[in-house]
């Protein structure tokens, strides 16, 4: 179904059943079906084995699988994530997470968001969920490039994958949506 140019209304005009349907039935119809809907990517971890890093620089989680190229329409862009976390060692950890838009962090600083998990003795593993939601208000129009990073103080982090861990096997999502 085609879009039809909004009319100008005038006073006294008559309205009939087929302005009626092309300018509103037809008109929504088409924006909500329409082909060129915002660019948008997500991808829900199910993975043989959880993630794990030592890093104390800022290092991509998964290149492959947590990396979206989308081509946007120059809107703005939301860019979620949420995740569980555990402390590998016996060291108390703190992991920070941010996006590198393009290579550059959209953090900045310390980055997005920060978990902090204390491992005490080191004889039990302490969980935590982890999520943000960030807005990019203002990103020009073409192909951009979003890499989910990490980073730890010390120690080592573990991302669970949905790798059936006893007890842990949850599934972390990220996503990139224009809107």
Same mark, same amino acid.
């Given at each position: 179904?085609?879009w039809?140019?909004?009319?100008?209304?005038?006073?006294?005009?008559?309205?009939? %059943?087929? %302005?009626?349907?092309?300018?509103?039935?037809?008109?929504?119809?088409?924006?909500?079906?329409?082909?060129?809907?915002?660019?948008?990517?997500?991808?829900?971890?199910?993975?043989?084995?959880?993630?794990? +890093?030592?890093? +104390?620089?800022f290092?991509?989680?998964?290149?492959?699988?947590?990396?979206?190229?989308?081509? +946007?329409?120059?809107?703005?862009?939301?860019? &979620?994530f949420?995740?569980?976390?555990?402390?590998?060692?016996?060291? %108390?950890?703190?992991?920070?997470? %941010?996006?590198?838009?393009?290579?550059?962090?959209? &953090?900045?600083?310390?980055?997005?968001?920060?978990?902090?998990?204390?491992?005490?003795?080191?004889?039990?593993?302490?969980?935590?969920?982890?999520?943000?939601?960030?807005?990019?208000?203002?990103?020009?129009?073409?192909?951009?490039?979003?890499?989910?990073?990490?980073?730890?103080? &010390?120690?080592?982090?573990?991302?669970?994958?949905?790798?059936?861990?006893?007890?842990?096997?949850?599934?972390?999502?990220?996503?990139?949506?224009?809107?």
């Open positions: 179904m085609p039809h140019s909004p009319i100008t209304w005038l006073v006294n005009q008559l309205v009939t %059943d087929t %302005d009626l349907n092309e300018q509103v039935r037809d008109n929504l119809s088409y924006l909500k079906q329409r082909v060129d809907a915002p660019a948008s990517a997500q991808y829900t971890l199910n993975e043989t084995a959880d993630y794990t +890093t030592a890093s +104390t620089t290092v991509d989680v998964d290149a492959t699988r947590l990396a979206f190229t989308l081509n +946007t329409s120059g809107s703005a862009v939301l860019i &979620g949420y995740g569980t976390f555990s402390a590998a060692s016996s060291a %108390d950890t703190l992991c920070y997470l %941010d996006v590198a838009l393009d290579g550059v962090r959209v &953090g900045g600083d310390d980055g997005l968001a920060l978990i902090a998990r204390k491992n005490g003795s080191g004889t039990s593993l302490q969980h935590g969920t982890l999520s943000f939601t960030a807005l990019v208000p203002t990103l020009s129009a073409g192909e951009h490039t979003f890499k989910l990073q990490w980073r730890v103080s &010390g120690g080592t982090m573990i991302l669970r994958a949905g790798a059936g861990s006893s007890g842990v096997d949850v599934h972390p999502q990220f996503w990139v949506r224009e809107i």
